[in-house]
């Protein structure tokens, strides 16, 4: 007897360059079962994320740029959705993220197909929320309890599906990007303890108040060979005045030559900067993931984190890290104090860490969970078209 051929399944994309909800989509589609699934990506706006997506073997369809207030664009670019899952032989849309469901959840009604939803933050409340919420799905995967438990509360059909991280991609682009190298490419001294943060720049994602704390151990003494590293930029043209204001920071607090800010960085570079750190910081005033948590924790790095609503479920407190309360810089200080004393176990923890990553949040636990979702919509759709035949 033949095996059935693979499904085909399409994610719905409305940005070109890659976040964490679009790191998200690449760990899941490189894990995905390809004998099951011939997953594609429909791209509402063109950029960078197009040729990371082709390097895993994924087909990109770019559509035409355009804003969610230019209503008629809107209608076309739907329509050629649904135009083109009906040319390709697609079954299923994924929508990655809440205003990816807009383009997903109706192309996939006017196309007769199943859709899935993930979503990736509670949103606030008001007219365009209840209208995108009004759109069918046939489930939603979120990213964390608290997103859980909001669209459960809306009546959706909702499960736990957190992000998964690839452990093992991790180590091979470390190994690509060793800790000279890095060094030598952003002017790091190899001599100092590292501590990273790494995260889009958002004053949200407090990498200011990394740098209060930083300072702070730095001038209470005996920390003068620690080296504090800012990764990341300016995502979708957001707050692009923050890199500035984070670089006059750390000159007025007296440390501008214990930090260095590089900016973004290759992928390679980044997983480099992790597994060479003593420590990863996470000081999210509002994080529902936290996916450098996760990544560090992949690497056998522990992590100092507030304690937001993901690096909560990710850390163990003690135990694979330190959490802190949110909006503490003293009490961020004070635990990457205790870190960078701890000697040995810092290293145990590590390891816990690490285990505990690969266990929760692993790349392929996501993947398999992702497609059960998929199977049950598809099957539900097939019992639906019997019934109408």
């Not at 989509?25 to 594609?40: A, G, K, V």
């Not at 960078?48 to 804003?67: D, F």
């Not at 694979?320 to 003293?330: A, H, K, N, Q, R």
Request: proline share 4%; aromatic share 6%.
């Amino acid at each position: 007897m033949m095996s059935p051929s693979p499904e085909k399944i399409a994610w719905i994309s409305c940005v070109g360059e890659k976040g964490g909800a679009e790191t998200l989509m690449i760990e899941c589609l490189r894990e995905l079962d390809r004998s099951r699934f011939t997953p594609e990506v429909i791209q509402l706006r063109p950029g960078p994320l197009t040729a990371l997506l082709e390097s895993i073997g994924v087909r990109v369809h770019v559509l035409e740029k355009h804003r969610v207030r230019e209503i008629h664009k809107v209608a076309s670019t739907i329509g050629s959705i649904r135009r083109l899952v009906r040319n390709r032989g697609i079954r299923l849309l994924h929508s990655n993220g809440f205003r990816a469901h807009l383009y997903g959840g109706t192309a996939a009604a006017l196309a007769g197909i199943a859709e899935v939803w993930t979503t990736h933050t509670v949103e606030q409340e008001g007219l365009s929320t209840r209208a995108i919420l009004s759109i069918p799905t046939d489930h939603v995967l979120a990213n964390c309890p608290r997103t859980r438990d909001y669209f459960l509360r809306q009546g959706e059909p909702t499960s736990l599906v957190w992000p998964g991280v690839n452990a093992k991609m991790l180590e091979t682009l470390a190994r690509e990007a060793p800790r000279e190298l890095l060094s030598k490419a952003y002017g790091i001294p190899g001599n100092r303890r590292w501590i990273t943060v790494g995260a889009r720049l958002q004053r949200f994602k407090g990498q200011d108040q990394f740098l209060k704390a930083l300072g702070s151990v730095i001038h209470a003494g005996g920390a003068r060979d620690i080296h504090g590293i800012v990764v990341g930029g300016s995502l979708f043209g957001q707050e692009t005045d923050y890199q500035r204001e984070l670089r006059e920071l750390a000159r007025d607090l007296g440390i501008q030559d214990q930090v260095t800010f590089t900016g973004f960085v290759p992928d390679a570079h980044l997983a480099g900067l992790l597994a060479a750190s003593a420590l990863v910081a996470h000081p999210a005033m509002e994080e529902d993931f936290g996916l450098t948590v996760a990544e560090a924790q992949a690497l056998g790095i522990p992590v100092v984190a507030y304690a937001a609503v993901g690096p909560a479920e990710i850390i163990q407190h003690g135990e694979t890290g330190w959490l802190v309360p949110v909006g503490d810089i003293s009490g961020l200080g004070t635990a990457l104090h205790q870190a960078l004393g701890a000697g040995d176990a810092l290293a145990t923890m590590g390891r816990r860490g690490r285990q505990r990553t690969l266990g929760e949040f692993g790349a392929d636990h996501h993947a398999r969970l992702t497609e059960a979702i998929y199977r049950q919509a598809l099957d539900r759709l097939g019992s639906a078209q019997v019934e109408r035949t």
